[in-house]
T-cell receptor, first 115, second 113 residues
């Protein structure tokens, strides 16, 4: 079956530091890949997505590149802010459109940015 | 446009009771899926509906069920509640299932006592 592995944290960084959150996946088909963010007390917000190999998703200064050869989709941001503090989830969706398992999520990475 | 609306936001139930949660998707979205989020198990897929038909179901017991109406609104029901059912239940909608990403609601926090 499908699976997603990501570092769980917490990851603590200082403001303006460079961020990398690693995400690797296992999938039988050709999945689409997503990063979601969850702020305290709220649901999930789609941060960015990539639907095929070598695609780069980007939003709000965050980027991730779909690497099929390494089955990875690492999240990066050049300069983090306190407002980026949240839990980040890497996820995949069965790219065949069958959606057999809905979205498969990683365990989530709790990011804490200190001023 | 309005986002995904889940009601109620908070719910407290007693073990053995049943509960119904509601989800109204974004206007025009025909796919609705449900997820359970707990600290121990993380986010787990419950089921997905598209045009009133259940397309697939996660690995949950039969006490968990759902349905979708002709206006795409969806409900999920949990019967014979157990303490372990305490969780945040999230609903997500999409124009089409699969590759396009899903928009999530704020969730219903269910506490079973």
């Amino acid at each position: 079956g499908n699976s997603v592995t990501q570092m769980e944290g917490p990851v603590t960084l200082s403001e303006e530091a460079f961020l990398t959150i690693n995400c690797t996946y296992t999938a039988t088909g050709y999945p689409s890949l997503f990063w979601y963010v969850q702020y305290p007390g709220e649901g999930l917000q789609l941060l960015l997505k990539a639907t095929k190999a070598d695609d780069k998703g980007s939003n709000k200064g965050f980027e991730a590149t779909y690497r099929k050869e390494t089955t990875s989709f690492h999240l990066e941001k050049g300069s983090v802010q306190v407002s980026d503090s949240a839990v980040y989830f890497c996820a995949l969706s069965d790219g065949s459109g069958g959606g057999a398992d809905g979205l498969t999520f990683g365990k989530g990475t709790h990011l804490i940015i200190q001023p | 446009k309005a986002g995904v609306t889940q009601t109620p936001r908070y719910l407290i139930k007693t073990r053995g009771q049943q509960v119904t949660l509601s989800c109204s998707p974004i206007s025009g979205h025909r796919s609705v899926s449900w997820y359970q989020q707990t600290p121990g198990q993380g986010l787990q897929f419950l089921f997905e509906y598209f045009s009133e038909t259940q397309r697939n179901k996660g690995n949950f017991p039969g006490r968990f069920s759902g349905r979708q109406f002709s206006n795409s609104r969806s409900e999920m029901n949990v019967s014979t509640l157990e303490l372990g059912d305490s969780a945040l239940y999230l609903c997500a909608s999409s124009g089409q299932p699969g590759a396009y990403g899903y928009t999530f609601g704020s969730g219903t926090r269910l506490t079973v006592v």
